[in-house]
C-alpha cells in the first residue's frame, strides 16, 4: 500500500484499504520512529469496511506518537505553498 500523497483528500474520499495492508503500512510507519502498538490487528468487516484495532499502548507512546504526528504536520505545512 502506498502512502497517501494529500491527505486531507484520502480521508474525504473514504477509499476501499485492506485491513491488513493498513497494519503493515502503519506497524512499518511507527518502526522507523521506534513506535509500536504491540496489539493492533485487523479488526475485521463491518459495514463493508475494514477495520484496524490500535489496541492498547502506553501514555508514553502515545504522547511519542502526537509528537511525531506534529513534526510531520509542520513539516508539510513548510512544502505547501501558501494559500
Request: proline share 4%; aromatic share 2%.
Amino acid at each position: 500500500m502506498e502512502a497517501p500523497t494529500n491527505l486531507s483528500d484520502e480521508a474525504s474520499n473514504e477509499v476501499e484499504v485492506d485491513a491488513d495492508e493498513a497494519v503493515e503500512a502503519l506497524r512499518t510507519a511507527l518502526e522507523r520512529v521506534h513506535l509500536r502498538f504491540p496489539s493492533m490487528r485487523n479488526g475485521g468487516t463491518v459495514l463493508g469496511r475494514d477495520l484496524v484495532e490500535l489496541g492498547g499502548c502506553s501514555a508514553a507512546v502515545v504522547a511519542q506518537l502526537a509528537v511525531v504526528v506534529n513534526a510531520g504536520v509542520d513539516a508539510l505545512a513548510l512544502r505547501t505553498p501558501e494559500q
